[in-house]
Each structure stands twice: as C-alpha cells, then as structure tokens.
C-alpha cells in the first residue's frame, strides 16, 4: 500500500479529473501511465486493485430470534432483568469548624 499527503489544490484537480473513478483507481492510473512513459512494462492487472476477497471487516451477528423482551404465561414472569437496586446511602463526613 502506498499512502501519501497532498495539498488540498491537488486533491481537488484530481477530483475534478478523476470524473466516475475514485482517486485509488485515478492515482493507480496515473501511475501506470508514468512508469509506461518511462518505458516500464506495467500490464493492467498490476494497475487494477487488489482483490479484497474474505479480508477484514467487521462479522454479522445474526440472532435466531429477536432480541426484545418474552413475556411468559406466568404472571409477573418476564425475561426482563430485575430493576437495579437503589444504592445504600452514603454517610457523610462530619463538617470540620475552621476558625
């Protein structure tokens, strides 16, 4: 992979020029184009992008129900968890006289 930083200018001149391609496929391009003028053999497989194929991103969850709360037959049966106990209060410090 090569990165590299350019000035705003020319990241706009290639936005412009770049028309339906993204800038990898125009920066690919161009560079092609350079080494060819240079006299390099560059076929366009090695100008195309690289095959992305089973590589990174995030995996699916896919839940077998849906994930919301069951009530039961029961009543007062629910798969909701219990509401959270109020915590005990806190004893303060006594205040201190200053002087």
């Not at 990165?3 to 028309?19: E, N, P, S």
């Not at 993204?22 to 992008?49: H, N, Q, W, Y």
């Not at 839940?63 to 509401?83: D, L």
Request: proline residues 11%.
């Amino acid at each position: 992979m090569i990165g590299c930083w350019c000035h705003k200018a020319l990241v706009d001149k290639i936005d412009r020029a770049r028309r339906a391609r993204t800038r990898s496929e125009f920066c690919r391009g161009a560079i092609a184009e350079k080494l060819r003028a240079m006299g390099l053999d560059v076929p366009e497989s090695e100008a195309a992008s690289p095959d992305r194929t089973g590589k990174g991103g995030p995996r699916r969850m896919v839940y077998p129900i849906a994930r919301q709360a069951v009530e039961f037959n029961e009543p007062g049966s629910t798969s909701k968890p219990a509401p959270a106990k109020p915590a005990p209060p806190r004893k303060r410090a006594p205040k201190s006289k200053r002087s």
